[in-house]
């Protein structure tokens, strides 16, 4: 059983910057990739950035160059730094695992979830 918890949400204005952590209880030395998503009000839950085994991330296009995504194996914390934050970036944040090397960044394809951090940028 995995088990995941998210902080480090917050309200913020635009341009500043956030860093969500996720910590990551269970065995997960057999291969996870993890992620993170985000759900803003009425809209669909949305992959972020996901990194699989290898280290290998992926992000998705209107992140890319201001998020980064890393994870502290030692102490098995998933982080989401998130530099000059829009308004559009205003969702529940959430980190997500999978038993497996890979995975997309889709929702569906991640079985682990945290029940999510707030991030609220306005100005």
């Known amino acids: 059983q995995v088990r995941l918890v998210e902080s480090g949400g917050g309200s913020v204005h635009p341009g500043e910057s956030l860093r969500l952590s996720c910590v990551v209880s269970?065995?997960?030395?057999?291969?996870?990739?993890l992620g993170w998503f985000r759900q803003a009000p009425g809209k669909e839950r949305q992959g972020v950035a996901n990194?699989?085994?290898?280290?290998?991330?992926t992000y998705r296009d209107s992140v890319k160059g201001r998020f980064t995504i890393s994870v502290d194996n030692t102490k098995n914390i998933l982080y989401l730094e998130m530099d000059s934050l829009e308004s559009a970036d205003s969702a529940m944040y959430y980190c997500?695992?999978?038993?497996?090397?890979?995975?997309?960044?889709?929702?569906?394809?991640?079985?682990?979830w945290g029940p999510g951090t707030q991030v609220t940028v306005s100005s």
């Open positions: 997500a695992a999978e038993r497996s090397n890979s995975a997309p960044l889709i929702p569906d394809f991640y079985t682990y």
């Open positions: 990194i699989d085994s290898a280290g290998k991330t």
């Open positions: 269970g065995d997960i030395s057999s291969g996870y990739c």
